[in-house]
C-alpha cells in the first residue's frame, strides 16, 4: 500500500516569491511515479508536474520544479514567482503499477499580494 | 470532447434516493477512474476500469454502490439508497495509457448533496 504525506495544511506566500509545499512518500513499489496536482476553487483538478523514480533529474514545468529526494522519500513542489491565481489546495499523488493515483491530504497555499 | 466530461455538475437527493453520475472520458483513453473526495480532502480512489473490464473496485465503500463501463467509453456510477454519508463530490478520470508513466486528466466532478 502507498500513503502520501503533505505535512502543510496551509502556506502563505508573498507574490512575486517562491514557496516549497512538501511531501513524502511511502511505498514498497521499486519502480513508482509521482504527481503534483492543483486544485482551485472551481475543484478542477489541474496537472502540474511528473517525476518517474528512474528520473535522474528533478522535473521542471515553466515555474514549478520538483525536489525528489528518493532516499529521504520526499517529492517538494517548488513554485517560483508566485502568483495570485496560484491560490489554490495542492495534492501530491504517487501511482502504483496500473495508474491508480493515491493522494495526499492537500496543502492550501494562499498567495498575498 | 476536449477533456473529461461529467454530469450532472451538481446532484441532490434525498436519502434513500438512487442516483447515477456519468462519465464521458477523453476519446481514445483507455484507463478510466471514479474518485470521491469529501470537503478539504484528498480524492479517494474508488474504482479503476481498463476499457470495459472493472480491474478494481476495492474502493468502492459498500454494495450500494456500483459502476459500469460497458463499451469501454462512458462510464456511469450509480449509488442506490443514498445516505448522508455518500455527501462528497465525486470525480472522474481518464488516461491514455495502463502504465502509470501519464497523468490522469480530471473531470469537474459531480457535486452530490443528499439530504
Known amino acids: 500500500a502507498q500513503k502520501i504525506t503533505q505535512t502543510q495544511p496551509g502556506m502563505f506566500v508573498q507574490e512575486k516569491e517562491a514557496v516549497t509545499l512538501d511531501c513524502t512518500y511511502d511505498t514498497s513499489d521499486p519502480s513508482y511515479g509521482l504527481f503534483w496536482y492543483k486544485q482551485p476553487s472551481s475543484g478542477e483538478m489541474i496537472f502540474l508536474i511528473y517525476q518517474g523514480s528512474y528520473d535522474q533529474q528533478n522535473a521542471t514545468e515553466g515555474r514549478y520544479s520538483l525536489n525528489f529526494q528518493k532516499a529521504r522519500k520526499s517529492a517538494n513542489l517548488v513554485i517560483s514567482a508566485s502568483q495570485l491565481g496560484d491560490s489554490a489546495m495542492y495534492f501530491c499523488a504517487a501511482f502504483t503499477s496500473y495508474g491508480k493515483l493515491t493522494f495526499g491530504q492537500g496543502t492550501i497555499l494562499t498567495v498575498h499580494p | 470532447g476536449a477533456g473529461v466530461s461529467q454530469s450532472p455538475r451538481y446532484k441532490v437527493a434525498k436519502r434513500g434516493q438512487d442516483v447515477a453520475l456519468r462519465c464521458d472520458p477523453i476519446s481514445g483513453h483507455v484507463s478510466l477512474f471514479w474518485y470521491q473526495q469529501a470537503l478539504g480532502q484528498g480524492p479517494e480512489f474508488l474504482t479503476y476500469?481498463?476499457?470495459?473490464?472493472?480491474?478494481?473496485k476495492s474502493g468502492l465503500p459498500s454494495d450500494r454502490f456500483f459502476a459500469e463501463r460497458p463499451e469501454g467509453s462512458v462510464s456511469t456510477l450509480k449509488i442506490q439508497r443514498t445516505q448522508q454519508e455518500d455527501s462528497a463530490v465525486y470525480l472522474c478520470?481518464?488516461?491514455?495509457?495502463?502504465?502509470?508513466?501519464?497523468?490522469?486528466?480530471f473531470g469537474n466532478g459531480t457535486r452530490l448533496t443528499v439530504t
Open positions: 476500469f481498463q476499457n470495459e473490464a472493472q480491474l478494481d
Open positions: 478520470a481518464s488516461s491514455i495509457t495502463t502504465g502509470g508513466s501519464s497523468p490522469l486528466h
